[in-house]
């Protein structure tokens, strides 16, 4: 029986980091295994520090390789949401001065980080939405390359929600709405759309807050892939909730059995604690989910703010935000929920996390690594008057020791204020970081790419299935038939997993060989 403790590294590091030929030959095998099977390690370079800014990335910019600063309007512009296409290009959505007031605006960026030509013809949309301002905060690709972006926008003496749907080239699908275009009074007033998700089925849901008429309330919208309110989702498209004596919700995600989770903040006895909501795909609350579809959790001394929400695989929930922890300090906090909404006692302290980084520490995005590892984003005090800041989590809710220093990492973006609001993980493991920082009179677009790691070698072992031990009639078959070049059921047809064994489909074997081995394997 071989040790599951044997590593994989690259053959050359292998080689280099050990006399023992043995355990170069093992490496070799599982590393270089691309040899006989007809694919190949992502890369035999050694990836940077996890958490220092990707050097290979946005080379000519003039902020310094990894980082990169672009003006949009004539004045403020802010990326408030990003997402990544399947080909490496980085989509950032927000808004911009156009002279008079705010628009809606978007980015496209290459693999490389220079502006994508191919879209709009420069890179970049200025779109005018309502009769004044427009802010958008939100931001879903659908499979066909369409990006979706959701806000408020002004309408009359109020607000109210906004979508704008634009084609792969950048223009305003026409399909969508009206030539492009939807707007949506949801309640009484104030209405602001924050977050949004394209489900499975091309159906989109939206969910912010609004006026009730008494209080703000959670709201949220689902809409037809024609840009109409789906009338299936409540009767009429649309569904108003009291939290607390007040709220406003910031994020969402939908479960793959079509469930609607939405998490923001609620006045609670006088402060604001997180709160969450989970809806039935017909629009209900969901009576399984906490106190008949609610959760409230009080997690700092007095104000907590959620922000971003996750789902992970194994259906938990995570939440991150910020959190007074003293009259004038505000830090990073994170909690993850089980599935019916009870705290996860597994995680940190009671299910939740406070992590520090200055005085005032603003947490604003989250995204989970393929590793189970939790990035949670923001601004914290650093070189400038606020920078952007990360946070890696380890799976516990332990800070990451071998992510940037202890876990945390501050970078200097502008020349003044950056404020990190947006963040998303490529499949590499590398990280994106998108928000605004000022060029020295006023805010533009500002996107900085990390190292994401470890998705590497250092985290692979022959143990395939997880089950603690290497056996020859599990590990080493499975490795054989994917050295063969075979996919699918035909790698784990025929073989006994042990029961306890943490991956057992061939699903979560090829997601770790791919995300901790550095291997390239077709689906």
Not at 98 to 110: H, I, P, Q, T, V
Not at 120 to 127: A, F, W
Not at 206 to 229: T, W
């Amino acid at each position: 029986m071989l040790s599951a403790a044997a590593t994989c590294q690259s053959p050359r590091t292998a080689a280099a980091g050990t006399s023992d030929r043995a355990r170069a030959s093992l490496a070799a095998l599982v590393c270089g295994i691309a040899l006989i099977g007809g694919f190949a390690p992502a890369s035999y370079a050694i990836p940077g520090q996890p958490g220092t800014l990707d050097a290979s990335w946005a080379t000519l910019s003039p902020l310094g390789a990894g980082k990169l600063i672009t003006p949009i309007g004539t004045g403020d512009d802010a990326i408030t949401a990003v997402a990544l296409q399947p080909n490496g290009k980085v989509v950032g959505a927000g808004y911009c001065w156009n002279g008079n007031n705010m628009d809606f605006c978007l980015a496209r960026y290459n693999a490389n980080g220079t502006l994508d030509t191919g879209f709009n013809g420069n890179g970049k949309v200025i779109t005018t939405i309502g009769a004044g301002h427009d802010f958008a905060f939100a931001l879903a690709l659908q499979p066909d390359g369409k990006a979706i972006v959701a806000g408020e926008c002004a309408v009359a003496s109020s607000s109210n929600f906004c979508l704008a749907r634009f084609t792969a080239g950048g223009v305003l699908d026409t399909s969508f709405g009206s030539a492009g275009i939807v707007i949506t009074p949801m309640g009484a007033n104030g209405e602001q759309a924050t977050s949004l998700a394209v489900q499975t089925d091309g159906k989109i849901v939206v969910a912010g807050g609004c006026s009730n008429g008494s209080s703000f309330a959670y709201c949220v919208a689902r809409y037809n892939a024609n840009g109409a309110l789906d009338a299936s989702f409540n009767g009429t498209g649309k569904v108003i909730t009291a939290m607390g004596s007040g709220g406003s919700a910031s994020a969402l995600a939908v479960q793959p059995d079509g469930k609607i989770v939405v998490a923001g903040s609620c006045s609670n006895g006088g402060n604001s604690d997180f709160c969450l909501a989970r809806y039935t795909a017909s629009g209900a609350l969901d009576p399984t989910f906490g106190s008949n579809g609610k959760v409230i959790t009080a997690i700092g001394a007095s104000n907590d703010t959620a922000s971003a929400l996750a789902l992970q695989p194994d259906g938990k929930i995570v939440v991150a935000g910020t959190c007074v922890v003293a009259s004038t300090e505000t830090h990073f906090c994170v909690a993850r929920y089980g599935d019916a909404g009870a705290l996860d006692t597994t995680f940190g302290g009671g299910g939740t996390v406070i992590t520090t980084f200055g005085l005032i520490d603003t947490a604003s995005a989250l995204a989970l690594q393929a590793d189970g590892k939790i990035v949670v984003a923001g601004d914290c005090p650093g070189v400038n008057n606020a920078d952007y800041c990360l946070a890696r989590y380890n799976a516990n809710g332990d800070l990451d020791a071998s992510f940037g220093s202890g876990g945390k990492v501050t970078t200097a973006i502008g020349s003044d204020v950056d404020r990190a609001s947006a963040l998303a993980v490529q499949p590499d493991g590398k990280i994106v970081v998108a928000g605004y920082c000022r060029n020295g009179s006023n805010y533009d677009f500002c996107v900085a790419r990390y190292e994401g790691g470890p998705f590497d070698a250092q985290n692979c072992k022959l143990d395939l299935d997880g089950d603690g031990v290497v056996l020859a009639t599990t590990d080493a078959l499975i490795l054989a038939r994917v050295s063969l070049g075979l996919t699918g059921n035909a790698v784990i047809g025929g073989i006994a997993f042990a029961s306890h064994a943490s991956r057992q489909t061939w699903a979560d074997i090829r997601t770790y060989l791919v995300t901790q081995c550095g291997l390239s394997i077709a689906p």
